[in-house]
């Protein structure tokens, strides 16, 4: 994230608009992809093994569903940007994609709260014990609540401030628009919390409503984007 954002910065200080938010993310994939196989292999040393077609069959079920939840996921947080692009040109982009950059740090950093303990949760849960997960829980979401709602606080009343300060080609969008998408992501990252305790439990029951979701989302933003 720190990567992300920091390219991000620079590359839109430096006049790159929305270039820099792309080349940003393509970055953080290699990093975050790279860094995770060099550190699994360091800390899980594992024999290469061969083929078995029936764990295959085992883990199938819920590879399946867990992609058309992120590509349906994809077209209701991020096609968007696209879509902007396609229609009200680049400055709107550069300023709704800066904007998101700013939600998806503001979430992922919230999100932390909950993330860490998930290993923990997995393992009460192959345990049965579910009232020791509950109260975890619980404790866990309030705090990233509250760390979403004191850096949505920030974001809206100083934010713009900051990047005037910083003599920055591209602002966050409009206050009304900003808040708007403070509270849309509030209510994101609250039941993302809750999907990943129903993940662990080794069942995906999301699919039907992702598909109908994301189709939605992107169906609505193509019509009433021109208008």
């Known amino acids: ?36 196989r060099f550190l699994f ?24 569903r867990t992609g058309v939840v992120s590509v349906a996921a994809y077209m209701g947080l991020q096609a968007n940007t696209l879509i902007c692009s396609g229609f009200l040109g680049l400055k709107a982009t550069a300023s709704y994609g800066l904007t998101l950059q700013a939600m998806f740090l503001l979430v992922g950093a919230s ?51 900051l ?16 808040a708007a998408m403070l509270l849309i992501y509030l209510l994101e990252a609250h039941h993302s919390l809750y999907a990943g305790l129903v993940f662990s439990e080794n069942v995906n029951p999301f699919v039907v409503p992702a598909i109908i979701s994301g189709t939605a989302i992107v169906a609505l933003s193509v019509w009433l984007t021109p208008r």
């Open 1 to 36: 994230l720190l990567e992300n954002y920091a390219i991000s910065i620079a590359g839109l200080l430096s006049g790159f608009r929305i270039w820099a938010l792309v080349v940003a993310n393509v970055a953080m994939g290699l990093t975050e992809r790279l860094t995770g």
């Open 163 to 178: 990047l005037t300060f910083l003599h920055t080609k591209t602002q966050f969008l409009p206050t009304p628009l900003l």
């Open 41 to 64: 292999h360091k800390y899980v040393p594992i024999e290469k093994a061969r083929f078995d077609p029936h764990m295959l069959r085992l883990l199938w079920p819920n590879a399946w």
């Open 111 to 161: 999100s932390v709260w909950v993330a860490v303990k998930f290993p923990l949760i997995n393992q009460l849960r192959s345990q049965g014990r579910l009232q020791e997960i509950a109260d975890l829980f619980r404790k866990r979401v309030a705090l990233a609540l509250l760390t979403y709602l004191f850096g949505g606080s920030a974001l809206l009343f100083f934010g713009r401030a």
